[in-house]
């Protein structure tokens, strides 16, 4: 993995983005914002998730009132993860009218293209960054390829048709365009550690091009993901696809993913995935990983199966208890593989590992820790006696929370 590029740290209500600090996840709420305890229930929901910053649609009057009803009712349970406010094409007045939520929001997330067209775009950005600078916000500044300003589609023409070049001019005009937002908002006066900067697309391979691209031409933190990922597998790997390849680069600083729930009001998977994609990067580590067999020919038992499934579901079961009482304890990396053929050896390379026996193998499964072989466990209760090992190893292994 490439170092990561040299970024300003931007702080957002307290979560500070930018290279020196870990990549944060973001999510976003699906519930209407006009309510208010819908809204702070699954901020709550996702928080408690792992989302580290969550966006909130500010569309209306009354979803810009509610955003101070929203605070006081994450305040009273002590939640106080930063809340982003998601404008399109009307935030100079929502922002100018309700001078509270301008206060209350930890961030403004801008659309260049929904700001106003090019007799409005001007003052209606001044006005916006000027509420940003008096209250002192960082904004993001967010193109996205659905929404791109007239300016710019009219080049995608040549002769009444789409041009040859449509793609590459859309992927320019997204670059110019955040840029050029950007270097605006600095001469209107927001400091250059005020601005995060976002190019969506919907297409793995023209997200790549466009961060690879923009990420030469600037110092701004980036936040990453596909803009409409889809639903299902399909839209989970493009996401994992897209970012792992950014991240893996060095590039990116905030991500989200974005997926079409199977209903509305559920909304954390993608924050599942989100910490899928860092731990699977070693970039954080979120709970122990289960390192497991995926079965061939000499494991024709269940028995390897349904201990991973065990050992996941105590790992889910006991995650709370375990990091308020021992620090690092995600950290740990668990082997449960199926015969000997990379049993003993992978259960070596993790922390504590076991080997089950596979078909016609001895009926027998050794247990390694931290590299060195030290019992072998038999009979019945193989699936309680390794729990039971897993839990002193964590017990003896990691620091106690003072």
């Not at 209407?32 to 809204?39: G, H, K, R, Y």
């Amino acid at each position: 993995m490439k170092e990561r590029r040299d970024t300003y740290n931007v702080n957002v209500g307290g979560v500070v983005i930018g290279s020196s600090e870990p990549v944060r996840i973001q999510s976003m709420t699906n519930t209407p914002t006009e309510d208010s305890l819908a809204t702070a229930n699954q901020i709550k929901e996702l928080t408690d998730a792992g989302s580290e910053l969550v966006r909130v649609t500010v569309n209306n009057e009354i979803s810009a009132k509610n955003i101070i009803r929203i605070r006081e009712i994450l305040y009273k349970s002590n939640y106080t993860v930063p809340i982003i406010g998601d404008f399109h094409y009307n935030a100079h007045t929502l922002l100018s009218a309700y001078p509270e939520t301008a206060a209350a929001l930890d961030k403004y997330r801008l659309n260049p293209g929904n700001i106003g067209g090019l007799n409005k775009f001007d003052d209606n950005f001044a006005q916006i960054i000027a509420i940003a600078i008096k209250n002192d916000k960082p904004v993001r500044i967010g193109g996205n390829w659905g929404s791109l300003s007239r300016q710019y589609l009219e080049n995608t023409i040549v002769n009444g048709g789409k041009s040859a070049d449509y793609e590459s001019i859309i992927k320019e005009g997204l670059i110019d365009s955040v840029l050029k937002s950007a270097k605006y908002a600095e001469d209107l006066g927001l400091q250059s550690d005020k601005i995060i900067l976002s190019c969506k697309v919907s297409s793995v391979s023209q997200l790549v091009d466009v961060y690879s691209e923009i990420a030469t031409k600037c110092k701004y933190p980036l936040h990453l993901g596909l803009t409409e990922a889809g639903m299902g597998d399909n839209a989970v790997i493009s996401s994992v696809a897209a970012i792992s390849i950014l991240l893996n680069e060095g590039i990116g600083d905030t991500i989200r993913v974005s997926l079409t729930p199977d209903k509305m009001g559920i909304r954390t998977k993608e924050v599942e995935v989100c910490k899928d994609i860092l731990s699977s990067l070693n970039l954080k580590q979120f709970k122990p990983k289960v390192i497991s067999c995926p079965g061939c020919g000499r494991t024709s038992s269940n028995y390897f199966i349904d201990l991973t499934k065990d050992i996941n579901k105590h790992i889910d079961n006991n995650m709370l208890e375990w990091k308020s009482k021992y620090i690092g304890v995600e950290n740990i990396n668990i082997a449960v593989m199926g015969c000997i053929v990379n049993g003993p050896g992978e259960s070596k390379h993790a922390n504590i590992g076991i080997s089950l026996p596979g078909t016609n193998e001895s009926p027998s499964a050794p247990v390694f820790i931290d590299g060195e072989k030290v019992t072998t466990l038999k009979g019945d209760h193989i699936r309680d006696d390794f729990i039971k090992l897993v839990e002193e190893y964590i017990s003896k292994k990691y620091k106690k929370v003072s």
